[in-house]
């Protein structure tokens, strides 16, 4: 058994000075489970100074630690950097804007407890803007239909996992990351508990309506290629059409003597042909720049400084 029995990561941003609060909170939960525990708190380039106020958390308490990050990354590519310097039985991830409660870890644990490598918090009554609830059920339909999988819209990150699922998922190294589907892939026994979702007590959300487009894509275009079958069967559907109209226009030639219509609708019809085609080659191109940004094999992260931390977990 480690000695650190159970890990919590919590990838930082926006949400500074809560964070004195949160880490109290932890450690009373944590408490009523084992005294051998740690918190790692990932600075992801937050705009509000949070490095100095984890650096004064991290002093006054060794089983607190601080990784800083060299700049944005990410709040998934924040929570593999935790991950990747954790060594412990259970791994819980985290926010850091309180809306996760730390209290609900001991329902994770307990959960847990009864064989389960996986548990995660189902979020009965999301304390979320209405757009931002909007916002996540229309992303998970859409990202499930493209994925073939089914979601859950009110669970995220927030859970306790195993060691050996940790294990695993140190494993991945696709610079796309979406951390919860990562974790369903490798397909650990699972278990859903419900939890208090609360309010944010400090910042705000940092993922923006365009900023939602863009995880949203990527992640579509990361796990599934049905866009490119898409492309093509409606290149075969739009042939096949042209040809029966093509048919059609000959016939009335031949048979009543109707001409075909002039330039305007000649023009119009390669203008029409021609946006598909770049609009296939647009999304050709997108799978190319995902297989091209993955063959450069960067690091999927960048620690500029660590508190507490001597080195990375293997």
């Known amino acids: 058994m480690n000695k650190t029995h159970i890990c919590v990561v919590v990838p930082v941003y926006g949400c500074s000075k809560g964070l004195s609060t949160l880490c109290q909170r932890v450690k009373n939960t944590l408490e009523k489970i084992t005294k051998e525990y740690q918190i790692i708190l990932v600075n992801d380039a937050s705009p509000d100074n949070a490095w100095l106020n984890i650096l004064k958390l991290a002093s006054d308490d060794k089983r607190i630690k601080g990784i800083n990050l060299s700049r944005n990354f990410g709040q998934h590519h924040a929570i593999t950097a935790g991950i990747n310097y954790a060594d412990a039985d259970w791994l819980v991830v985290m926010d850091c804007d309180l809306q996760d409660k730390p209290e609900e870890i001991i329902k994770f644990y307990e959960k847990a407890q009864e064989g389960y490598d996986v548990v995660l918090g189902r979020r009965v009554e999301r304390n979320d803007s209405f757009f931002k609830k909007t916002a996540s059920k229309l992303f998970y ?174």
């Not at 699922?165 to 278990?191: C, H, L």
């Not at 770049?278 to 799978?287: I, Q």
Request: a positive charge; one cysteine or more; aromatic letters at 18%.
């Open 141 to 314: 339909k859409i990202f499930d239909h493209f994925t073939d999988q089914k979601s859950d819209s009110t669970v995220a990150n927030f859970g306790i996992y195993s060691k050996k699922v940790i294990t695993n998922f140190k494993k991945f190294s696709e610079q796309n990351r979406t951390f919860p589907y990562f974790i369903k892939w490798m397909g650990f026994d699972t278990a859903s508990v419900d939890i208090e979702h609360g309010a944010r007590d400090d910042g705000k959300s940092s993922y923006s309506l365009s900023r939602l487009i863009k995880f949203g894509l990527d992640n579509i275009l990361a796990h599934s290629n049905k866009p490119l079958k898409y492309s093509v069967i409606f290149g075969f559907l739009l042939s096949f059409f042209s040809f029966l109209y093509g048919f059609w226009l000959i016939y009335r030639y031949l048979f009543f003597g109707i001409a075909v219509a002039g330039w305007t609708s000649t023009m119009v019809s390669i203008y029409f042909v021609g946006g598909l085609i770049f609009a296939n080659l647009g999304v050709l191109g997108l799978y190319i720049g995902k297989i091209y940004d993955e063959t450069k094999r960067r690091p999927i992260f960048i620690v500029k400084e660590t508190c507490n931390i001597e080195k990375e977990s293997v």
